[in-house]
């Protein structure tokens, strides 16, 4: 049973990912990424009237597995989680997938966010982050006014 292979598809995907990049590039459209594929959550982020929405999906992962830092306008968000070093019974692991999963991604925020207003909550692996928009540099409507 020592002939058990797993396939490592990171440079096709790679290749792929550069595809799609070009081809999203030349129609203006956004392709999925290979981004889960390559050991980073997959992130949608959303621009509101009043606040930037980031969605982040974490599936396996509980709240206190994810760490979220504001650094000088960078949102970093990470984690470390560690599973369970003796998962099973007696016997030689032919495959060992499930040991230290990690991953870290950070986001340049807009100069219009307000920091000490950030929330974040997690749910059904699904974090959501929440950065209000300060008020100064919210959309406003003018009057016009015949002078």
Do not use: H, Q
Request: charged share 35%.
């Amino acid at each position: 049973m020592k002939s058990v292979i797993t396939y490592n598809p990171s440079s096709v995907l790679s290749a792929l990912n550069d595809w799609d990049k070009l081809v999203g590039s030349v129609f203006d459209r956004d392709y999925p990424s290979s981004a889960a594929t390559m050991g980073y959550p997959v992130v949608d982020i959303r621009e509101e009237k009043e606040r930037y929405v980031l969605e982040a999906e974490l599936p396996g992962f509980a709240e206190k597995d994810v760490d979220i830092k504001v650094n000088d306008r960078i949102l970093t968000v990470s984690s470390s989680k560690d599973e369970a070093k003796n998962v099973g019974g007696e016997g030689v692991w032919l495959i060992r997938e499930r040991g230290v999963r990690t991953f870290r991604r950070s986001f340049s925020m807009p100069r219009d966010v307000d920091l000490d207003g950030i929330k974040a909550s997690f749910k059904d692996g699904l974090l959501s982050v929440v950065l209000p928009k300060r008020p100064e540099a919210r959309e406003k409507t003018v009057a016009i006014t015949r002078g």
